[in-house]
């Protein structure tokens, strides 16, 4: 059973760096047929894909985001990881850690696995 | 505004059929996949691929793509089907992915 869980704080102020982990258990995140990504939704609104990385630390970011986001992986502790610096009011939102999954010859990506997601509220 | 786009909100009758839309350039390269959001839960991926549904997932919900439009129909729904519904692919540029902008779904 593939088990997803974030942690990290849940409170930051303004230009603060976001830190978030992503625990996975029941399946290896070198196993090479997987990204694991981050998504968030603010409140009342829609999902947003944040990016993904690759167990050999390859990765790709939503380019909204890309300049501030950092995904990095910790194969040791079968963990990847999130960070997101100088943070805003509008980076409140919940964010979900998720197994990607991808068909032959990538011609879809799909999240399989999902964690519960974990409010960060960003205010002064 | 996202690259995917789907009608903001949709309504059945219980027990009637609907589908929800995702229109985009990048479906006429790419498969879409679905998901259902309910307030407080993590996303359940109910379609992927051409048309996969994931074990446990109920065979009304089922999918389909044609040209830049992927679709979710949902055969007799149900008072639980009331949701939120995002579809994912890649985006124009092959290289990212990215959500619709998500559809409520209302259950009469």
């Known amino acids: 059973q593939v088990q997803l869980q974030e942690s990290g704080p849940g409170q930051l102020r303004p230009s603060q760096t976001l830190s978030l982990t992503c625990t996975v258990t029941g399946a290896p995140v070198n196993h090479g047929g997987y990204y694991w990504s981050w998504i968030r939704q603010h409140p009342g609104k829609g999902l947003e894909w944040i990016g993904y990385?690759?167990?050999?630390?390859?990765?790709s970011y939503n380019p909204s985001l890309k300049s501030r986001v950092i995904i990095s992986v910790d194969t040791s502790k079968n963990q990847f990881s999130l960070k997101l610096n100088t943070v805003a009011a509008a980076d409140t939102a919940v964010y979900f850690c998720a197994r990607t999954n991808y068909g032959a010859g990538k011609y879809y990506y799909y999240f399989d696995y999902w964690g519960h997601g974990t409010l960060v509220t960003v205010s002064s | 505004s996202s690259e995917l786009t789907q009608d903001p909100t949709v309504s059945v009758t219980l027990g009637q059929t609907v589908r929800i839309t995702c229109q985009g350039d990048s479906l006429r390269s790419y498969y879409g996949s679905w998901y259902q959001v309910k307030p407080g839960q993590a996303p359940i991926l109910l379609i992927y691929g051409k048309n996969t549904r994931p074990s446990g997932i109920p065979d009304r919900f089922s999918g389909s793509t044609s040209e830049n439009t992927a679709s979710l129909t949902i055969t007799g729904a149900q008072a639980e089907d009331e949701a939120d519904y995002y579809c994912n692919s890649r985006d124009n540029s092959g290289n990212h992915l990215v959500f619709g902008g998500g559809t409520k779904l209302t259950v009469l």
């Open positions: 990385i690759y167990y050999s630390g390859s990765t």
